[in-house]
């Protein structure tokens, strides 16, 4: 056996090993090579395989019959942008006259076999121009966020989506959103990530856990009001709302309508005032709604007084600069009046293993039936797996990479010194105490009552 064929030999060895075993280094280190000469041969034949090229128009027909030469061949999409990236290949493609976006769409499963790739997602960049995701491997099964992550004010990375891009969290673009997923679903790891995102920017934290206290009291040095009943949530809840009464008071003393003042210049929301004079923007964390919806009284009114609340944040909350984290098991018309109404006001929606249809549709049933067919097909084996989506129709397979619970604590506690305090909830700001043998335990603040 000679020393090429040795060298050979271990190559491939080496490049099966790491396919099977780390396919991230093997797709960097073997496959975007091997990957990019399949597409680039095959192109032509797949696309007219999958019925994605249009036939010679019929000034070049006449040219050909003119000159006596062959009859020209049926063209595909041109390639206008080509880019291998660290999960997989994006291809930039400008439709021929006569196509459609959807039809790129509905072949995404044929092109996925054809180029011999793990998946293959489209979306419409602008008219007649579609791009092609291509991922080399299951780039969910072990969640690797990127290196490089385009963070800015309100927008968190949260997880990453089945094409290798990374989903965010953007409260300026989407305010309020509903997590729903059933027990041990992955639903507290990725309100983890939501935190320990958040841990770092200048927000102010506010919790209302009602299972004692066991999910958020853990990161409370980065809290600035926690609750862990009903009743308690009742009064944070009315100081929130107390809150945003004053930010728009505030608003309409700086909105600077004059005619001198540029349209661009006119106060509408907190982002809109000097930074000076901005507010401290919110976000409120509920970590399971049925707990403070759920009432056994025909007319409970802390149950209406806690709806209403929520309902009045969902609504006006936005310009304020207070945004809604709701998160439960279930979230339908069973929980009470007012529920739907407050569902109809969350428009990021992300649904984790459920038990049942029902609990999908309660997520996207107004949004895409496709997305409640991806999140009831869940396996229960994938924790943290989910479908996220939005108003406008569009959804994801995403997967928020495994925090413990250790690690949100100590990312909390180490931007302890960027938790606001908050005059409205100073009687809701849980109490922090340390001692050699408890670095952190923590006792609920009661409400100050008159």
């Known amino acids: 056996m000679t020393t090429f064929t040795v060298a050979l030999v271990l190559v491939v060895a080496a490049a099966g090993l790491l396919r099977w075993r780390r396919p991230a280094w093997y797709w960097l280190t073997f496959g975007v090579t091997l990957a990019t000469l399949r597409v680039l041969v095959r192109y032509a034949s797949v696309m007219d395989a999958c019925g994605l090229t249009v036939p010679p128009s019929r000034w070049r027909l006449a040219l050909a019959r003119v000159t006596n030469r062959p009859v020209p061949v049926s063209r595909p999409p041109r390639i206008l942008r080509f880019r291998p990236t660290r999960t997989g290949l994006v291809l930039r493609l400008g439709l021929r006259p006569g196509q459609d976006a959807f039809d790129v769409a509905a072949a995404s499963d044929r092109l996925r076999h054809s180029f011999s790739m793990y998946g293959v997602t489209s979306r419409e960049v ?30 968190v990375p949260v997880a990453l989506r089945e094409d290798g891009s990374v989903h965010y969290r953007d409260y300026r673009a989407i305010p309020h959103a509903l997590t729903l997923g059933a027990t041990e679903s992955g639903k507290s790891v990725y309100q983890r990530n939501l935190v320990a995102g958040l841990a770092s920017l200048d927000v102010a934290l506010v919790g ?53 003042v540029p ?33 056994t009284k025909k007319n409970d009114p802390r149950r209406d007084r806690i709806i209403k609340a929520l309902v009045r944040l969902a609504q006006l909350g936005r310009a304020a600069g207070i945004y809604l984290e709701i998160c439960g098991q279930r979230f339908g018309s069973e929980l009470g009046d007012g529920i739907t109404m407050l569902r109809a006001q969350l428009t990021g929606r992300t ?10 549709k309660m997520a996207f049933g107004d949004i895409s039936p496709d997305a409640v067919l991806a999140a009831i097909q869940i396996p229960a084996g994938l924790r943290g797996l989910a479908v996220a989506g939005d108003s406008s129709g569009g959804w994801h397979r995403i997967r928020a990479p495994h925090t413990s619970l250790r690690q949100a604590v100590n990312t909390c506690n180490r931007y302890a010194d960027r938790t606001p305090a908050l005059p409205e909830l100073a009687p809701f700001r849980p109490e922090l105490t340390s001692s050699s043998e408890a670095p952190v335990p923590l006792s609920k603040t009661a409400p100050v009552t008159a």
Not at 135 to 149: C, S
Not at 227 to 244: F, G
Not at 269 to 283: E, G, M, N, S, Y
Request: net charge negative.
């Open 351 to 360: 649904a984790h293993r459920v038990n049942d249809e029902t609990s999908a």
């Open 126 to 155: 602008r008219s007649g121009v579609v791009e092609l995701r291509m991922t080399g491997y299951d780039v969910l099964k072990r969640v690797q966020m990127p290196a490089k992550l385009d963070t800015r004010l309100m927008r």
């Open 263 to 295: 349209d661009a210049e006119i106060a509408a929301d907190i982002w809109d005032l000097p930074a000076h004079l901005r507010p401290v923007p919110v976000v409120v964390l509920v970590d399971e709604v049925a707990e403070l919806a759920l009432s």
């Open 208 to 260: 209302i856990d009602c299972k004692q206290g066991v999910e958020l009291f853990p990161l409370a040095r980065r809290f600035s009001a926690l609750a862990d009943n009903p009743d308690t949530a009742a009064d944070l809840l009315d100081a929130l709302v107390s809150r945003m009464e004053g930010v728009y008071q505030l608003i309409r003393a700086e909105q600077r309508i004059t005619a001198a």
